[in-house]
């Protein structure tokens, strides 16, 4: 299969020749791996019982996946990733907004998604063979899943959609092994060793679990999910048949590993670490099947993460290949794989970095979900590749390619995010207006939704705005 050649360039319509089935394969597959599965973990180790841990994903799963899976009707619409069509909103350089948040985003889960899959398999080789868990071992085995994650990523999205399809049969296959050998040992009492409500109190623990393991999982998506709908040609598909096939993707994907990372986290009694409980209270036969899972689902996940990496690095620097840029970033991630293992602690750190990435998010996307809805999902897709050929003009120039108000309004929710979240370490002074609740995510989004409505509502300011989203709907439409 040869290497994908496309970057965030507009794809061409005879080559958008995936369909709603891909769609949920991919969503599926790339997801069932323990880079997804550890966040199944996050709500029993802040001391929640079990049907308080499930109920607490659910909820969170389903009101992420509402914000988020609008958005990939947008680039089936245009046919190029979901960062580079924010242009419409944010402004051909504006849109850089969305590929920093998108690169950002795929780096820490491309990250957690090696991290945790290698400590998984260094930990099962040393049960299987006494292999010594040391420095020299974790950087080979760190090394391995990097470069088998980079092939993926370099190959492209036909290589990765194979490769998810595979996934999702043989990775359902294996962890529903994984329930009967987690079984015996499965409680649904909080675990003892978790010292009580992380946050001092059920409520607010319920809904920093809700945030941090639920709401992450689509959050994840805002920028990724357009990586494949612009192979999804809507000549050929509804808008509505992408919806609904974006929505059970999503729902199942998230849903079942992380609820079998959250079954198994009780099952092993793993309280303050997940990989090593894991591995400690797997029966001799499952050890194998966990070896699969560690390495071939975190190949598929990483690969995915890479992936959208390379193009939003692509978009951040036209200049550089698509292979390039993806290069570059696999080297920054498996940095912060070492950082990772050596440096952090596993739940302060994907919790911090879920919350403050889910705050400052939010607001983009639901800035990008308004102007959709007021363009109608017509867009000038050749004005959103002015930055990539490095000229000017276009209906979405606005002011220097950049269109204030959006960005204005972006910052506004993002920094109201930033004040309102709550970390391990952190405690942001709103705060003490929500009765110590993280609301973080509720608040980025409404804040810069809101700035964003009433900057470009007002008679004054609003006008062009108004215009210049609406343009490339009047002009097509007068077209046709």
């Given amino acids: 299969m040869p290497i994908e050649q496309h970057g965030v360039d507009t794809i061409p319509d005879e080559e958008r020749t995936s369909g709603p089935r891909d769609l949920v394969s991919i969503l599926l597959g790339s997801n069932l791996c323990l880079g997804v599965i550890i966040f199944g973990w996050l709500p029993p180790s802040f001391g929640l019982d079990w049907w308080s841990s499930v109920s607490s994903i659910v909820v969170g799963t389903v009101v992420g996946t509402a914000v988020t899976a609008p958005l990939a009707l947008i680039s089936l619409r245009t046919a190029t990733n979901l960062s580079t069509s924010s242009g419409a909103q944010f402004g051909v350089r504006g849109r850089l907004v969305g590929s920093v948040v998108g690169l950002l985003l795929a780096l820490g889960y491309t990250a957690l998604t090696v991290w945790i899959g290698g400590d998984v398999m260094l930990s099962v080789l040393g049960r299987m063979f006494g292999l010594t868990a040391n420095g020299g071992s974790y950087a080979v085995v760190y090394t391995v899943l990097a470069a088998a994650t980079v092939a993926g990523a370099v190959y492209g999205y036909r290589v990765l959609l194979a490769m998810s399809k595979v996934l999702a049969i043989g990775m359902s296959a294996l962890l ?207 004005a959103l590749q002015v930055f990539n050929r490095r000229s000017r003009g276009g209906i979405y120039w606005y002011r220097a390619g950049w269109n204030l108000r959006a960005t204005v309004s972006w910052t506004a ?4 995010g930033l004040l309102a979240v709550s970390l391990p370490s952190y405690q942001g002074p709103l705060l003490t207006l929500t009765g110590g609740v993280d609301c973080s995510f509720l608040l980025s989004g409404a804040v810069g939704g809101a700035v964003y409505l009433l900057l470009t509502l007002s008679p004054e300011r609003g006008r062009a705005a108004a215009d210049t989203e609406s343009g490339a709907a009047l002009s097509l439409s007068a077209e046709r």
């Fill in 176 to 382: 529903a092994l994984g329930i009967l050998a987690y079984a015996p040992h499965f409680t649904t009492s909080a675990l003892p060793d978790a010292g009580g409500y992380l946050l001092g109190s059920f409520w607010p623990t319920w809904l920093l679990a809700a945030v941090a393991a639920g709401l992450s999982g689509p959050i994840a998506f805002i920028t990724l999910l357009g990586d494949y709908t612009r192979y999804i040609s809507p000549a050929r598909h509804s808008g509505r048949r992408v919806l609904h096939a974006t929505w059970l993707g999503l729902v199942l994907g998230l849903l079942v590993p992380q609820l079998f990372g959250t079954f198994t986290a009780y099952g092993a009694h793993a309280a303050l670490d997940y990989a090593g409980p894991l591995v400690a209270a797997s029966p001799t036969w499952y050890l194998v099947p966990l070896l699969l899972s560690a390495s071939a689902g975190s190949v598929g996940n990483a690969g995915l993460m890479l992936y959208s990496m390379g193009l939003d690095l692509d978009a951040i620097l036209p200049r550089a290949s698509r292979a390039r840029a993806t290069y570059t970033v696999a080297a920054v991630a498996t940095a912060c794989v070492f950082a990772g293992h050596y440096a952090w602690d596993a739940q302060s750190a994907m919790t911090s970095f879920v919350l403050l990435l889910t705050a400052i998010g939010t607001p983009w996307a639901v800035i990008t979900l308004i102007g959709f809805a007021r363009c109608r999902g017509v867009y000038d897709a050749d």
């Fill in 413 to 416: 929710g993002a920094v109201v």
